[in-house]
């Protein structure tokens, strides 16, 4: 199978880069801090707004001429001067909250601490733009203007990441991306810190399991799901996103099981004081009340991921609209052609393993799933897939509408509640997944989508072995530029009626 023209150039430097060390990424999204750059830019905003209000405020309108003015505010001061004054104080909050860690993940934060440090970030820089304007002599601009603008930046910054925080947390509490976790040694503190972890369900951690060091080793063994030697295998088998040492090991075994981690791109922490020597000099980060110490941590473009559920939203919503008449009438066709419901809800396996209802409209008859095991005989596809052509399940209007991917529109529901995205590997079944080797679990490291690098490449391939290498391409090459492409591509495929 040929790789596709637009990830042959990615594919190539990834192959270089493992073979060479660690080169710099070739896809030019990804290696930038998306997330980074999306709260820098809000909260630069968040300072010219808190300064147009501070002048609204201490300078309304002299005249009712004023009102045509535009930023009428500002005329009794220097315009110039004014806005010289909110661009250098919005430059200082940025480096006070880049050096307060504002701009790196809260997960481990608790909100308390986050808002202490966001206001402390935002009087530093008040301070700082008053000694400015002190050396500068720069009149123009009272200094009551600069504590309204210090005061209601500070209020903005905290109430918009008080609000995200809580947007993020009742998703936790959901059950959607949490972060699964596993620790290594069943003893007194390996029990402490998932007693920990399970008390604060907002945080988004989820136990699976402990690994024991040896046979030997104290404590309970109803949870303990295996030895350290298997320890990255049974990770990546179920879905997990951090590695935890809670008591001490051989060093070369914790080495070891941090270089496996690395390559499946799972993160591992230690307890401090158990490993002297092996993290110096490493941050201590707290998890809750429980301190930790990274040892690796993967290199997540979480501000890309946001940019990409951002696009989700907008593009599924203006294609609901848009469809909604073409909709409506498949659903009177599909009632009069077949007895049965219109849509067909059926249950799938979506990122890290989450169960979900993937919606369909209706293309086979009321038994399709029953009839399906007498059929298997004939199917055409290899290993764990199934097709068969002149399938007699298909209605006849079912078949019009697999040919143009008609039938999937009712999964742009599936994307605005979050189950979906637009452009993702295949949304398994649970009875494809069982049979899925390790290897296979890479594909739902990210959300299914309703097209996807496979279904433009090689929809018609019946080797199972091509739709899991598309899968896992897409996957390990991800960026924004990708998805569009898979978009542009998948307009054609459609539009050519290459569906079955």
């Known amino acids: 199978m040929t790789t596709p023209d637009y990830l042959e150039q990615v594919v190539v430097s990834n192959v270089r880069r493992r073979a060479g060390g660690s080169a710099r990424r070739s896809s030019t999204l990804d290696s930038l801090p998306v997330g980074n750059l999306i709260w820098a830019t809000l909260d630069f905003l968040s300072v010219i707004i808190a300064g147009l209000i501070a002048f609204r405020v201490y300078l309304p309108p002299t005249t009712p001429d004023s009102n045509r003015v535009i930023l009428r505010h500002l005329e009794r001061a220097a315009p110039l001067g004014s806005l010289v004054f909110l661009f250098i104080f919005g430059v200082y909050l940025l480096i006070f909250a880049r050096v307060y860690g504002l701009y790196r993940a809260t997960e481990t934060r608790s909100g308390l ?7 402390q970030a935002t009087l530093t820089a008040g301070l700082l733009i008053c000694g400015t304007l002190y050396l500068t002599k720069m009149s123009a ?16 910054l905290v109430g918009r990441r008080a609000v995200w925080r809580r947007v993020r947390e009742r998703r936790y509490l959901q059950g959607k991306e949490v972060r699964n976790v596993l620790i290594v040694g069943n003893g007194r503190v390996g029990h402490a810190l998932r007693n920990h972890l399970e008390s604060l369900p907002h945080m ?3 136990f699976k399991g402990f690994i024991s060091l040896d046979k ?15 320890c990255v295998a049974l990770a990546r088998s179920l879905f997990v996103d951090e590695i935890y040492f809670s008591t001490p090991a051989d060093k070369q075994t914790v080495l070891t099981v941090v270089e496996d981690a690395r390559a499946t791109g799972i993160d591992v922490r230690v307890v401090p004081d158990l490993y002297d020597g092996l993290a110096w000099n490493a941050p201590i980060e707290y998890v809750g009340q429980f301190p930790t110490i990274p040892l690796h941590r993967r290199d997540f473009p979480r501000g890309a991921f946001i940019l990409k559920r951002i696009m989700d939203v907008i593009l599924s919503g203006a294609a609901l609209t848009a469809v909604a008449p073409v909709m409506l009438a498949i659903a009177v066709i599909i009632k009069r052609d077949s007895k049965g419901p219109v849509f067909y809800k059926a249950a799938r396996i979506g990122r890290k393993g989450r169960h979900f209802s993937c919606y369909k409209f209706r293309t086979m008859v009321m038994n399709a799933d029953k009839l399906k095991a007498d059929l298997m005989k004939q199917n ?31 999964q742009f529901f599936n994307v605005l509640l979050g189950d979906m995205s637009l452009v993702g590997p295949r949304p398994p079944l649970a009875s494809e997944v ?10 739902l490291d ?4 309703i097209t996807g690098l496979w279904q433009v490449e090689a929809r018609q391939d019946p080797s199972f072995d091509s739709y899991i290498s598309l899968d896992t391409a897409y996957v390990e090459n991800w960026n924004l530029w990708l998805d569009l492409r898979i978009l542009a591509r998948t307009v054609t495929v459609v539009l050519g009626g290459t569906g079955s």
């Not at 030997?216 to 298997?230: A, F, N, R, T, Y």
């Not at 764990?384 to 039938?407: C, E, H, Q, V, W």
């Open 113 to 119: 601490s986050e808002a202490r440090l966001t206001l």
């Open 141 to 156: 601009v009272s200094r009551v203007v600069v504590v309204i603008t210090v005061f209601l930046t500070g209020i903005m």
């Open 204 to 206: 988004g951690f989820r």
């Open 216 to 230: 030997s080793e104290d404590g309970p063994q109803q949870q303990v799901l295996g030895d350290v030697e298997h």
């Open 380 to 410: 055409e596809r290899d290993g764990i897939l199934f097709k068969m052509s002149n399938d007699p399940r298909i209605t006849k209007i079912g078949a019009k509408l697999r040919k143009y991917s008609l039938d999937e529109l009712p």
């Open 434 to 443: 069982e049979q899925y080797d390790v290897e296979h679990l890479r594909r």
């Open 446 to 449: 990210v959300l299914p989508g």
